[in-house]
């Protein structure tokens, strides 16, 4: 399931994506500095695809994350709005990790609504882009769970865009694999 590359520094590298060069990729593990009150212990891999951080283009906020963790318990509704909160509050530089507070920003996340359905959940948020456009956008997710049973693992995949679901910059997440079989 797992992949280890060796990284330029010679340190092992670990990752569940397989997505065309063209994506960026970054690693980070749990806790997540940014978001400390996500429980898990794992890490996240992610992927963003090409320009994703130019405003003027389609692939604006379209990337995808992982959570490769310690199995727990299912995630539901509340659980997902909960973390997904925490972590997007925590990657705009909302909150003050050192004191715990949240700092003289608008918050990130002004409602997140999350649907259930047949192979997991889709959701919307508004949220405060706090990298690029300085104003609050919609962001669309589709979140999927995986369980690994004989690693102990949970996989929780996370497709995001700025774009309406019927766009077609959603058909590029199918280019995104993750590695590995899981029931």
């Known amino acids: 399931m797992l992949c280890f590359t060796k990284t330029g520094f010679g340190q092992e590298e670990k990752t569940v994506l397989d997505a065309p060069e063209s994506w960026l990729k ?3 593990p749990f806790p997540l500095s940014f978001a400390p009150s996500i429980p898990y212990v794992g890490f996240e891999d992610l992927r963003f695809a090409p320009s994703w951080s130019d ?8 990337y995808m994350f992982v959570w490769y ?18 972590y997007y509050d925590g990657l705009m530089q909302i909150e003050d990790q050192n004191k715990n507070e949240f700092k003289d920003k608008p ?48 996989i929780i995949r996370c497709d995001v865009s700025a774009q309406r679901f019927t766009h077609k ?12 079989k899981c029931k």
């Open 107 to 154: 918050l990130q996340i002004t409602y997140s609504a999350f649907v259930k359905m047949a192979n997991g959940y889709t959701g919307e948020m508004r949220v405060y882009d706090n990298f690029f456009k300085k104003t609050y956008i919609t962001l669309n997710i589709r979140v999927k769970e995986t369980f690994c049973d004989k690693m102990n693992k949970q």
């Open 26 to 28: 970054e690693i980070i």
């Open 55 to 62: 405003s003027t283009h389609e692939n604006f906020w379209t």
């Open 169 to 180: 910059v959603w058909d590029q997440f199918d280019l995104v694999k993750v590695k590995g």
């Open 69 to 86: 963790v310690d199995k727990s318990a299912p995630v539901n509704k509340e659980l997902l709005s909960k973390y997904i909160n925490a």
